[in-house]
């Protein structure tokens, strides 16, 4: 029988998106031949819901729906980067984004109990997600979404599929997309400084109040380099403070260039795939090899 390599099954995942293991165990019993393991492939996988459910899911798409002044932002997440390309993956992304706008859901439970037939698999959201990791051999799940349909516009922007952005305003169109494309870029923590959460602030000025403290200045001139400090966080965090990325002279912030667009930003949603979810740092080509010379061993 010829020798099961790392490339081997990297190819037969490539073509089938099966799990690694079931690629490796099918071309052994297929002697090599990456026709016939497609084929027992395809005749084995069945739902592995059940066994892929406690695997971490930090990777993974942002997918919006916009339709006038009602929207919606999605996350969803798998294992790896490469099924985040999947096609049924990511068309079960903008499914999930849809619903969300067109049926206001409250929570992800009620989304996934909404109607959706895709791949063969439903009749709900969740039949769907389950039927997908039978299909593809990866956890997936249903992040987070925002809904919007408070009668504002709507501009949204997505960079690529790992984030997204939806800012709801009135005024001009092409500034709010702009201010959307900002906000990808610069990631700030809220609307305006008083928006700023307070567990940020107090991080800040604790970190701010350390420092300070190792200056061995008096107190005053302490307590006047913390509060200096926090403002000047508040300003970097704040969108409407942030300098405008498009700005002309690198000095105009957004709130500035809105203002002269005649424009008010009501606020916005910023997702980044796989935000404080804890990854998993693997090694394919050295699994596969370690996993290849523990059946040989045996």
Do not use: W
């Amino acid at each position: 029988m010829p020798a099961i390599t790392a490339s081997m099954v990297a190819e037969l995942r490539a073509k089938t998106d099966a799990p690694m293991m079931e690629c490796k165990k099918a071309l052994t019993e297929a002697d090599g031949d990456m026709g016939r393991a497609e084929e027992i492939l395809r005749v084995k996988l069945g739902n592995k819901a059940g066994k892929a459910a406690a695997r971490i899911t930090a990777e993974g798409v942002v997918a919006a729906s916009v339709a006038g002044s009602t929207g919606a932002l999605v996350e969803i997440n798998c294992e790896t980067d490469f099924v985040s390309k999947n096609e049924s993956f990511l068309a079960f992304s903008g499914a999930c984004a849809r619903l969300v706008a067109e049926h206001a859901p409250t929570d992800v439970a009620a989304l996934s109990s909404l109607p959706l037939a895709q791949d063969g698999f439903g009749p709900t959201v969740e039949d769907v997600r389950k039927g997908l990791i039978g299909k593809i051999g990866e956890n997936m799940t249903i992040r987070r979404f925002k809904r919007y349909a408070g009668g504002g516009q709507l501009a949204h922007y997505l960079h690529g599929t790992r984030i997204g952005v939806v800012v709801e305003f009135d005024g001009d169109a092409v500034a709010a997309k702009d201010v959307a494309m900002h906000v990808a870029a610069m990631k700030p923590a809220a609307l305006s400084a008083a928006d700023v959460p307070a567990e940020l602030v107090e991080k800040e000025r604790k970190i701010a109040a350390e420092k300070a403290a190792e200056s061995g200045k008096p107190a005053e001139i302490v307590a006047k380099m913390v509060e200096g400090s926090v403002q000047k966080f508040l300003k970097e965090v704040s969108l409407l403070d942030q300098v405008f990325v498009k700005a002309a002279d690198g000095r105009q912030t957004v709130g500035q260039h809105l203002k002269g667009a005649g424009t008010t930003v009501r606020g916005f949603t910023l997702y980044v795939v796989g935000e404080g979810i804890e990854k998993k740092t693997d090694d394919f080509a050295a699994e596969v090899a370690a996993q290849v010379a523990a059946a040989k061993a045996g």
